[in-house]
Structures are given as C-alpha cells and as structure tokens.
C-alpha cells in the first residue's frame, strides 16, 4: 500500500461477465416458475471485498401467473481453483445452513436466503443467492482507518458501532444447544482443540506443504500450544470473522450480517479477540504511515467491558486469544501474498516471516509486549 487512500489490486475470479449472464438467466428460470425467461437488469461486481469468494449483484424480474415480480439479489460463489484461493476448501452449503439456523434462533438480521446450488457447472462453482440488502460498510479497502464515514464519525458513534458489533456477536453466542443446531461444525473433543489443529491444517496447505515455511507462524504454534488457555464455559457459536467490516449498517444500526464461512462452535474469546485483533492491524498501518488512524475505536477495554455488561460472562485468557487471533491472521496474509506474487501484484521477499504484514504485532503477542488501549 502506497499511499493511505490507495486501494490494493486483488485478483478475485476470471469469470465473463456475459457468460454469467447467459448461466444465470436460464438457472433462474428453473427456480422461480416464471411464464417467460427472467430479465437481468443489472449484473455487476464488487470492486472491493474479500478474495476467498466471489460476489455477484444482479436485479431481475419475471412474470409469474400473469404478475411481474423479481427483485435485487447478492451472488455468493465458491472460488474457482484458477483464483489460487485462500482456503483448502469452501463449504457454501455449511454456509447456508448457519444463515439459515441463525435466522431462525433469533432477530440477528440475516439477509434473506433464496437458493443454494451446488451444482458447480452453473457458474463455474457451487453458489447462494440472498437478497440484497441496502447499507453502508467499514471498509477493508483501502481501510477504515484513513478515510470514510468511519473516519469522519464522532467518537461516541463509533462507540456506538462497537456496540452493535458486540451485541451480534452476544446474540450469536446466545443461541443455545449449539451443536445440535449446526451439527457440521460440531466434532470430537473441545471446540478450541479442534479449532487449533484445523488452523495447523489450513498452515500446511496454505503455505508450508509447498516450502513456504513461515517462521514466525511456527513459533507462535508452538507458543500457544505450550501456553493452552483454561477452560471458560461451553463452547458457543462463534461467527468466525466477527468484526463491523461484516455488518450492512443503516446509519449506525446493522441491517444485515454477512460472511459466516468462518462459523465454529467453541469458546466465545475466538469472536471478542478478532475485531480487537483485526482493528490494531489496521491502525498500526496507520503509524506506519504517520497517520492518526482511530485509537478510539473497537478499544479492547471497551469490547470487555460491552461483552461483560450484556452477558454476564468476563472473557478470559484474552491475551492468549489475541495472539492465536494474529497467528490466524498471518495465515491469511501469508497466504495473501502468495496469490499476490502468483497473479503478478507483488514481488517475492527473501525474509519468509516478512510475509505476515503484521509481523511486528505478532512478534510483540508472543514476547508480551504488546500494549493495547
């Protein structure tokens, strides 16, 4: 990143947009009974957003039984294997079934879920439609922390926005009997456990089993293998990439939660440390640059203590969840930088730990140095 406004180029899919077209209405023909072939009336692509799927917006309409309906809709396709994609794989139909049982647990807003279809011909891979919902996002790129509405907000609203990110993650965690309800993200052993060796296994695919050893990954491994947290309750259901960048808002309410493909059952600290996490990795972005960035914003003295007020439960072994936090996200990043060497957007680096962007946050985590607040 250049410049503080810049915004990254990010590969994300090949697809021909007049191809998708061309799928898309005869697939949609077969899903809405329509007397005629539906009509797209618009079909684009996010310019910004993540890169472990793909995103298509469309509006259509239909006659059914003599009366023209349709509406605006959100594409959500699994990445193609030529996108050198961030995950070993990508569960959408798991996906699914969480919106899908988390709209019925509770009032948490969920976009609403129209059609899954697994059939990977269609599209080029296996995809969901929603609908679309109107709102504004604190965005990755280029981040939040430079410019926006974010930015330009008053501290007490972004207060406000940091308690609205903690209420979704409380009333996620509320849902009870976790494992019943979502069966598929349910195994042996505890939640955490499994969470941790999963985590190892996403490190080999993504990057060691082809000699990309990270170093520092590595011995943040081992670090929190040796340090294994407490037990702090039963395991809950965890968003998985709980931060305001996931939340639609209007205004400073959320109208719509989005991106769950990091769902997991375990212990609530996985969804409190990840906003905190993800927040200083861009604020200290910021300092590089010179930058005030928001210091006051997603505080973790304030999630805490917003967590605590609406449950009742006082996170525990936090700085442990924060370090496993940063080692998640040096996975990512990692593993960002290799698709971006891959398609010709970076250049390769001698030093492999220079491959997690953050390296010196998470060399602070592990050498207990880190200040927060």
């Known amino acids: ?34 007397d005629a072939p539906p009509r797209l009336t618009s079909l684009t692509k996010p310019k910004t957003g993540g890169m472990s799927s793909a995103t298509l917006l469309f509006d259509a309409e239909w006659e059914a039984g003599g009366e023209t309906t349709g509406g605006s809709f959100v594409a959500r396709l699994a990445p193609e294997a030529s996108s050198f994609p961030v995950f070993e794989t990508y569960d959408l139909a798991g996906q699914f079934a969480v919106m899908t049982g988390v709209a019925a647990a509770t009032d948490i807003p969920v976009p609403s879920l129209h059609w899954l279809e697994t059939d990977p011909d269609v599209l080029g891979s296996p995809f969901f439609v929603m609908s679309r919902v109107d709102g504004r996002v604190c965005e990755d790129n280029p981040p939040y922390v430079f410019v926006g509405w974010v930015f330009d907000a008053i501290p007490e609203e972004r207060l406000e926005l940091t308690r609205h990110t903690v209420d979704v993650i409380a009333d996620i965690h509320a849902i009870g009997d976790p494992a019943a309800k979502f069966p598929t993200l349910d195994g042996p052993g505890s939640g955490l456990r499994r969470h941790f060796e999963a985590q190892k296994a996403w490190y080999d695919w993504a990057l060691a089993r082809d000699g990309y050893r990270i170093p520092l990954l590595e011995r943040a491994f081992d670090v929190l293998e040796h340090s294994w947290p407490t037990e702090s309750g039963a395991d809950v259901l965890n ?22 493909e990091m769902a997991a059952i375990g212990p609530r600290e996985l969804d409190l440390a990840w906003p905190i996490l993800i927040h200083r990795f861009f604020q200290d972005i910021c300092t590089r640059f010179d930058q005030p960035g928001l210091p006051d914003f997603l505080r973790r003295s304030d999630i ?27 996975i990512v990043m990692a593993r960002i930088k290799r698709r ?34």
């Open 1 to 34: 990143m250049s410049t503080p406004d810049h915004s990254w180029k990010l590969t994300v899919s090949d697809r021909d947009d007049d191809t998708v077209a061309a799928r898309l209405v005869e697939w949609l023909a077969t899903r809405v009974g329509s």
């Open 239 to 260: 968003w998985g990439d709980a931060r305001p960048g996931n939340i639609l808002f209007d205004g400073f309410t959320p109208a719509a939660v989005l991106d769950w």
């Open 304 to 330: 805490e203590r917003l967590y605590t007020e609406r449950t009742g439960h006082v996170p525990q072994d936090l700085d442990w969840y924060l370090t496993y936090a940063a080692l998640r996200h040096g």
């Open 340 to 373: 971006m060497i891959h398609f010709g957007e970076d250049t390769d680096t001698a030093d492999r730990d220079d491959y997690v962007m953050h390296r010196h946050l998470l060399e602070s985590l592990l050498d207990g140095t880190c200040e927060w607040d």
